[in-house]
């Protein structure tokens, strides 16, 4: 196991009724910017609840975040803060909505003149301005981790910042909300989750084993709520164990102490920017060729994962890590999630030198867990997309 530190702080408020905890955890005397997406929350009732635990505050609203948060309509939000001298923010929303208000976290204290120089250069927020998130989507794990990725239509851009500033004060995950997501998002918060599981546990061996334990039973209770909470997305049980799952693939736990890979979200942002594909979907086009493309590296972690996660019993290693990734593909087809680039889009010729560009460009030369995926490489994984 290698050396790690852990720190989690975000205080997690679980289950039915949650939501009007909120009055609790923000400061008495706060001035509140409560954030939400495309509206999604005004006809499920979440916006009433949200609003009702907020009656004592004073609140001004921004709504209108779209999916992959855009940096241009989070620059208005960035002058409402500092105009209206804003103290604390409240998130109400999937991934989207909660990285956007990281963004603006950061961005709030930022001295510099660019906000955008944040993402651009990778700098780490060590303090933002607070914030809570009231968990409206489970997929990407934002409710309880210090990352974010913010889009930038202008440049077609997606990139990724983070520190240990950006962690939600705290985070209302109430599995009622589940409810009315409709299948395509439900989909692909399975998809999202299950691959930052992989993300962090398809390396190669280190002798970690409570970690790929960890990540194994996240796998396989993904797996086996996936059929019950697509049937029914009432189902409270189904709802609760997905979305603690969410949550777990990625506040940071799993990757304590291992190798960790990415390469597939680091490729998949670039066909979101490009394309608008959904994030999941994104990784679910890259993931089965990127393990396929390093079979050699990855294949005893395969293996391990055919075995215990899909019961695999027949064949050697390599058949058994080979089967692993057909498992994984057929999982996400039963999703309804296609994994073929040319399923999303027809306009795919030369995507792969596009983003290998500008992986060279950014001096991205090395991904993945050894860091020798050089931008010659991302160009035939994305190739063996199509
Ligand atoms: O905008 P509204 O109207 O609210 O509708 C949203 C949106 O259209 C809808 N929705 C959310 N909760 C709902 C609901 N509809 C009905 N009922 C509800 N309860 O779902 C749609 C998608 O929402 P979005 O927030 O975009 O989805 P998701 O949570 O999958 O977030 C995706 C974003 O997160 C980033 C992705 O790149 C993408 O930009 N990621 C963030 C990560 C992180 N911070 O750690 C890690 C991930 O790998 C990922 O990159
Ligand atoms: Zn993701």
Known sequence: MLNFEFKNPTKIIFGKGQIAKIATEIPKNAKVLMLYGGGSIKSNGIYEQVKTALKDFEVIEFGGIPANPEYAILMDALKIIKEENITYMLAVGGG???????????????????????????????????????????????????????????????????????????????????????????????????????????????????????AESIMQTLIEVAPRITANPSDYEAAANFMWSCTMALNGLIQKGVPTDWAVHAIGHELTAQYGIDHARTLAVIAPSHYRYNFASKREKLAQYGKRVWGITEGDTDAIA?????????????????????????????????????????????????????????????????
């Not at 109430?174 to 692909?188: C, F, G, K, T, Y």
């Not at 039963?334 to 792969?352: P, Q």
């Open 96 to 214: 989207s909505v909660i990285d956007g208000t990281k963004f603006l976290s950061s961005a709030a204290l930022y001295e510099g003149s660019e906000p955008w120089d944040i993402l651009k250069n990778a700098i780490p927020t060590k303090k933002g301005l607070p914030f809570g998130t009231v968990l409206t989507l489970p997929a990407t794990g934002s409710e309880m981790n210090s990352g974010s990725v913010i889009t930038r239509a202008e440049t077609q851009e997606k990139l990724a910042m983070g520190g240990p500033g950006l962690f939600p004060e705290f985070s209302i995950l109430d599995p009622e909300v589940v409810q009315s997501i409709p299948q395509r998002q439900l989909a692909n918060g399975i998809t999202d989750a299950f691959t930052h599981v992989l993300e962090q546990y398809m390396t190669y061996p280190i002798g970690a084993a409570l970690q790929d334990r960890f």
């Open 322 to 386: 080979k089967a692993a990734i057909v498992k994984t593909e057929d999982f996400f087809h039963s999703l309804e999630i296609d994994t073929k680039l040319s399923d999303y889009t027809k306009d795919y010729e030369g995507t792969a030198q596009k983003i290998a560009a500008r992986f060279t460009e950014r001096g991205w030369l090395g991904l993945g867990e050894h860091k020798t995926l050089a931008p010659a490489d991302v160009e035939k994984i994305v190739e063996m997309s199509y």
